[in-house]
Structures are given as structure tokens and as C-alpha cells.
């Protein structure tokens, strides 16, 4: 099993809203190293649930993959936010998963909380320019941010 972060807002979708719907579509990714991450996640999978571009970005919770990658419907959809003019039934180079939803953490592993903690230094979460939403984590690294709940 391989373990990994993913980050999104949480006026947009949240770790709630994957509590109470149990199981959802990850859509919208268009960096295509967060994309090809997408790629290698095989169901089973954990992540750890980031909440970013908030009051206090963090950890929230963890899902973990239902649904190995998929193309991305919302890239065909003009409604969409993540519509992607060049992208076709034929050929969509974006990739969505299904998560589900597995714990609400009682209180948010805050990003200032994670970077003080010299296991997770290596986190690319916790460097200076790393803003993908979709990220590796090392078995290390996950257990390390466990403890930290």
C-alpha cells in the first residue's frame, strides 16, 4: 500500500463533505505531476485529507482510493470549472479517482504544526515551493503525522 496527501479547499469540497457522502469523485487536478501521482494510486491507498487556501490549512482526516484513475469527466463538461477546451472523448489527459471517506481528525494538523516537526522535514508538503495537491508520503512520514492526532 502506498500512502499519499491530497490537498482541496474546504468551501469546495471538504473531509465533512466525504463523511457524510462516504464515497466521491477527486476531479479537477490539471498539474500534470499531481496527475500522473493520481495515476499510481491503486485502490486501497490512503491519504492523508489537506485542507488548503483556508483560515488554517492542514491535515483534517484521511480517505483512502475506491477507484483506481479514470478519465476526468469534468474536463469534457463546458459547465465545468475544470473544463478543458483541448481535451475530447478521444483523447482527455486528466485523470480523476473515487475516495472514501475513512477518519475526521478532532482537530486540524495545522501546516506551522508540521513544519516544526523535524520527521516530517522531508515532506515536500512542508519545502519551500511545493504546491502541487497531490503528493507522496513515505510510510515514515505517515506514521510520524499519525502520532501527531
Known sequence: MAYWLMKSE???????DLQRLGNARWDGV???QARN???E???????FFYHSSC?????AGIGKISRA????PTALDPQSHYHDPKANADKNPWSAIDVAFVEYFG???SLGYLKQQAALEQLPLVQKGSRLSVMPVTAEQWTAILALR
Do not use: H, Q, T
Not at 474546504?10 to 465533512?16: A, K, Q
Not at 494510486?41 to 491519504?47: Q, S, Y
Not at 484513475?69 to 476526468?72: G, L
Open 10 to 16: 474546504p468551501d469546495e469540497f471538504s473531509v465533512s
Open 30 to 32: 490539471r498539474n500534470y
Open 37 to 39: 501521482f493520481l495515476r
Open 41 to 47: 494510486m491503486a485502490v486501497g491507498d490512503e491519504f
Open 55 to 59: 483560515p488554517e490549512p492542514g491535515i
Open 69 to 72: 484513475a479514470y478519465p476526468d
Open 107 to 109: 482537530k486540524v494538523l
